[in-house]
């Protein structure tokens, strides 16, 4: 009985020492979550799009339109246009992520609540839940009156540890 109940105990504080964080780590604040890889394929009506300089989204068109002119579709196999477009990406991916609609979306992306980050928040849980498991052990412990033996006796018994209790 007393192994199936310390099976039982020490199969749940493993399982619950394998908590998974549930929240998203903090992102690069210079290419935010929501930036496309390639500006060129989004719509004029886009939200991010609209969000680009007058300069960005002249030049964006101007690519896309040489982009449907070039007789390969593809990029890799005309490479001048290709570096074109990564730079644009570039470019683009920067004024995006400095404009202040990326920074008032998100203005402090690496805090978790007011006063936490991701990793203080994540800390905190584990030493609470650490202590919580602990206290745990203890109090199944107890119950099951292995943690200290039994004063009830008439005749008590000599402790032969050696240990002060």
């Known amino acids: 009985?007393?192994?199936?109940?310390?099976?039982?105990?020490?199969?749940?504080?493993?399982?619950?020492?394998?908590?998974?964080?549930?929240?998203?780590?903090?992102?690069?604040?210079?290419a935010p979550a929501d930036c496309p890889k390639d500006w060129t394929t989004l719509?004029?009506?886009?939200?991010?799009?609209?969000?680009?300089?007058?300069?960005?989204?002249?030049?964006?068109?101007?690519?896309?339109?040489?982009?449907?002119?070039?007789?390969?579709?593809?990029l890799s196999k005309n490479p001048e246009l290709k570096a074109k477009v990564d730079d644009f990406n570039r470019r683009a991916t920067q004024w995006y992520a400095t404009s202040a609609y990326a920074i008032l979306k998100d203005p402090s992306p690496e805090m978790y609540s007011i006063s936490q980050t991701h990793d203080a928040a994540d800390r905190n849980i584990d030493i609470s839940t650490n202590q919580n498991l602990r206290i745990l052990t203890d109090d199944w412990n107890r119950f099951w009156l292995w943690g200290f033996p039994s004063m009830l006796s008439p005749t008590p018994i000599m402790d032969t540890s050696g240990q002060p209790r």
């Open 1 to 30: 009985m007393k192994s199936t109940c310390l099976t039982i105990c020490l199969s749940t504080l493993a399982l619950a020492a394998c908590a998974v964080p549930t929240h998203e780590q903090p992102r690069d604040i210079s």
């Open 43 to 74: 719509s004029s009506g886009d939200s991010r799009v609209k969000q680009l300089s007058v300069e960005l989204r002249e030049e964006r068109g101007t690519l896309r339109d040489e982009i449907r002119l070039a007789t390969e579709k593809d």
